[in-house]
């Protein structure tokens, strides 16, 4: 490369698609060394200023290396202007990394500062073991030589406008050398050079400057189209510095070219992750919001209306959770394909992540009825395509879905309140049973305010243990306590008690009932284990209360059993009581969980019965101890012939599944005889006992105190 930079100038071969000019045929001395090729070109216009215009070649020979130095700086800038561009404009480490190696490839780069428009410095170079000092060159003189050293700037042009300016100092030590040199060879060679210089005269126009004049053509189509796939044509019997060089140029175009392409597929796969969602390749929540402020201002501004839905699908965390997110994502999949069917090709339809989707109409109607109708129409439709089974890993599965509609521009002021509106109506739609819409109103929005509200209260609460557990005893016909159910009560700091009807339905949709759980179980077992201390009967039981969520955590057994080893607690005087909600997920799953359990030593409760999802089919597979039948149907039991017949009937069927019953919510004597009439021995309410703090119950049981 040291005689190869230069050389760039001296011989000139085709580019396959844009010359159709034959490829000249070099032999002898274009094949020989480039410097032996220098020196005798020294010689012959040595001899030509011994002749009588050794003043005109001298300066001519300078002022010819001040061009090609000028025109090989100019080329080297032009090939790399598209790189400082883009390491201005972007910043990219490894195009600063390719740029430096690309200037460690011209041996006569001493050093380069590229600086943007502001002379902020974006990247400088200096050779090894030299010093690195500003480089400064008057603006008005891009190109000037001074001593062993010459300074060029080139204004760096991205799309017709400057954005940063390159500054160069670059070494004339080798070639000054070559001049002095020639001098004294010409001082012993006077006859000689002159005999050659007029044969080698008549070829030196063959032989550089024609091959230069073609190799600049070259370039500057190459520069001028941007065309990096092209390459120059080389004879390969030549192995010559000017081939070498060839060779170098190719692979310098090759790799411009490979770096301009990853750039415009980064560019174009990052512009993909920008505006849109992986998996189902809809738009993402960015790009919904800038077309949500487009419509919005269209809508406010020509007085047209449009909707925003917005789309939770139900229950599917269930599939997630029991066969995987791979399953999950072909799900999400197949949704956004029948999406696409329902609405109209200029409606956005968006995934925000999740299985949450949002719908923004992009026809606007002339008036809200219109919009409101057209709702209607396109609800019964996704309806319709929704209830289609959708083919998950060769298993059907059914899916519904819960939408919040919003209708703008109506109350909203911009799109984060929109959206805030559309989820708002969206949590309404799931309250009111699922597998339904509802449109926004004022009241959603206080209602979501509240819920938030009281998330924050609730971890404020676990921060601050501010929970209590009270216990409300379980008695038979006679009043006599056979055990306790563990209830938990939250007391605020100011002394207000919070419903858990308020925030055990908060707790669990945010999860927090999984820390509560905790914590219940085991101030629940610490309990049990000090009443054992003070000699507890053994058929006394505490029934502890257990979240879906607790009871389908993977460690749950393991955490329960971690927790009685801790306490001391005996399970087999405890009674974990679930929902009939816990059969929602895997049942086969549940099933053996359940048998984990019960091996150890607990007995299990179905609360609530009959007020949830379970089935006959359900009830006869779980390993279930005992039924209780839920307040609400006990409540009005002796007014309400049919809850009459539901109690006597779930007590009924639990007999004959050998299952001990006990009826909660028991506040009457009325109550009481009917549903001792009807075989239920265990009984629980307002009727014997209020739940109570542990000081007052510890004087029920152990202060020899009879309610009858």
Request: hydrophobic share 40%; net charge negative.
């Amino acid at each position: 490369m040291d005689r190869g930079t230069n050389g760039v100038f001296k011989k000139g071969y085709l580019l396959k698609k844009d010359i159709n000019v034959p490829m000249y045929k070099f032999s002898g001395l274009s094949f020989s060394s480039i410097r032996y090729q220098f020196i005798v070109l020294m010689m012959v216009m040595a001899s030509i200023l011994i002749i009588g215009y050794s003043i005109f070649t001298y300066n001519n020979a300078k002022s010819e290396y001040e061009k090609e130095a000028r025109n090989e700086l100019v080329v080297i800038s032009r090939a790399l202007n598209n790189d400082y561009a883009e390491l201005i404009i972007m910043g990219l480490p490894s195009t600063s990394i390719e740029v430096r190696h690309k200037w460690e490839s011209f041996p006569v780069i001493m050093h380069v500062d590229l600086e943007d428009l502001k002379e902020n410095p974006v990247l400088h170079y200096t050779r090894d073991g030299l010093s690195h000092k500003p480089i400064v060159i008057d603006d008005s003189k891009n190109f000037v030589i001074t001593g062993d050293t010459t300074r060029f700037h080139h204004k760096v042009v991205h799309q017709g406008k400057q954005v940063g300016v390159a500054r160069y100092v670059v070494s004339n030590v080798r070639y000054q050398g070559l001049i002095d040199k020639l001098f004294q060879r010409l001082l012993i060679s006077i006859l000689f050079a002159l005999v050659l210089s007029v044969l080698l005269s008549l070829s030196l126009q063959e032989f550089f400057v024609f091959p230069l004049q073609r190799l600049m053509q070259r370039i500057n189509v190459i520069v001028d189209k941007q065309d990096y796939s092209a390459i120059i044509d080389i004879d390969p019997k030549d192995n010559s510095e000017f081939a070498l060089l060839a060779k170098e140029f190719n692979s310098l175009l090759k790799r411009v070219d490979t770096t301009l392409q990853k750039v415009k597929d980064s560019k174009a796969y990052a512009q993909e992750l920008a505006f849109y969602d992986e998996l189902t390749k809809l738009p993402n929540r960015r790009l919904l919001n800038e077309r949500m402020e487009y419509i919005l201002d269209i809508a406010k501004r020509e007085e047209l209306h449009g909707a925003l839905l917005f789309i939770d699908l139900d229950h599917f965390k269930t599939l997630n959770d029991s066969r995987g997110h791979a399953a999950g994502d072909a799900l999400l999949k197949q949704v956004s394909t029948r999406l696409k069917k329902v609405f109209r090709a200029e409606d956005t339809i968006a995934r925000l992540g999740g299985d949450e989707f949002v719908i923004l109409s992009g026809h606007l109607e002339p008036s809200e009825e219109a919009v409101v109708n057209q709702i209607h129409s396109l609800m019964l439709k996704l309806k319709s395509v929704l209830s289609e089974a959708f083919q998950v890993e060769d298993e059907s599965y059914h899916l519904t879905a819960s939408v919040g509609i919003t209708t703008f521009p109506g109350m909203a002021r911009g799109a984060a309140e929109l959206m805030k509106q559309a989820d708002g109506a969206m949590y309404q739609a799931k309250e009111a049973g699922r597998d339904g819409y509802r449109f926004y109103e004022e009241v959603m929005q206080e209602v979501a305010d509240a819920r938030l509200q009281m998330e924050n209260d609730l971890r404020h609460a676990i921060e601050k243990n501010q929970f209590e557990l009270y216990y409300q005893p379980q008695v038979d016909e006679y009043g006599r306590i056979l055990g306790a159910e563990a209830l938990l009560r939250w007391i605020k700091s100011d002394g207000e008690f919070v419903s858990p009807a308020e925030f055990i339905p908060v707790a669990e949709q945010t999860r927090l009932i999984l820390p509560i759980g905790g914590w219940v179980m085991g101030e629940s077992f610490k309990q049990l284990a000090a009443w054992q201390g003070l000699g507890i009967d053994d058929s006394f039981r505490l029934s502890v209360n257990i979240s879906p969520y607790q009871f389908h955590q993977d460690d749950f057994v393991e955490k329960t059993q971690a927790l009685l080893k801790e306490t001391g607690a005996s399970a087999a005087l405890v009674t974990l009581e679930v929902t009939e909600g816990i059969t929602i997920k895997d049942l086969e799953s549940t099933i053996d969980k359940m048998k984990e359990l019960t091996k150890i030593g607990f007995k299990i409760s179905m609360d609530d019965f009959g007020t949830g999802y379970s089935s006959l089919t359900y009830l006869k597979q779980l390993p279930l101890s005992e039924l209780k039948v839920d307040q609400s149907f006990v409540r009005d039991l002796h007014i309400d012939r049919s809850d009459a017949e539901i109690a006597a009937t779930i007590i009924a069927m639990a007999k004959n599944l050998n299952l001990e019953v006990v009826a909660e919510g028991v506040e009457e004597e009325s109550q009481l005889r009917f549903l001792s009439r009807n075989g239920c021995e265990v009984f629980q309410g307002y009727y014997f006992h209020k739940p109570m703090p542990v000081k007052d119950i510890d004087e029920l049981l152990f202060g020899n105190v009879v309610v009858l």
